[in-house]
């Protein structure tokens, strides 16, 4: 089954369906409010996520770890857990952002 990546004004959700017409029907269940802004097909049936687009390689830090921490810290609170990272790494706004939503994505 192909894997769609949907885009709407407020999320991307990851899923698997059998054509785009499903992969809309799932959106419409899991958040019937937003509207679409982009929707693709992905090439192969698995979802990776780059170290490097996160700034993350040549680190000594398990930044995932501390990412899952914080978001523990905050009760899952997003711009609280972002502050924490920013504070216990020194990363700018954009990538404690980055980091925290992916390992949010990732059910920490």
């Not at 419409?28 to 780059?50: E, L, N, Q």
Request: hydrophobic share 40%; proline share 3%.
């Amino acid at each position: 089954m192909p894997l769609f990546e949907i885009e709407t004004d407020s999320h991307i959700i990851v899923t698997w369906a059998k054509d785009e017409a499903s992969a809309r029907d799932v959106l419409r269940d899991a958040y019937p409010s937003d509207d679409i802004v982009r929707i693709t097909k992905r090439p192969r049936d698995t979802w990776v996520i780059s170290k490097a687009v996160l700034g993350a390689t040549g680190r000594q830090l398990d930044i995932c770890s501390i990412a899952r921490d914080c978001l523990s810290k905050s009760s899952g609170d997003k711009l609280h857990a972002i502050r924490l990272y920013m504070s216990e790494t020194g990363s700018d706004l954009e990538k404690a952002r980055r980091i925290i939503e992916s390992n949010m994505v990732m059910g920490w």
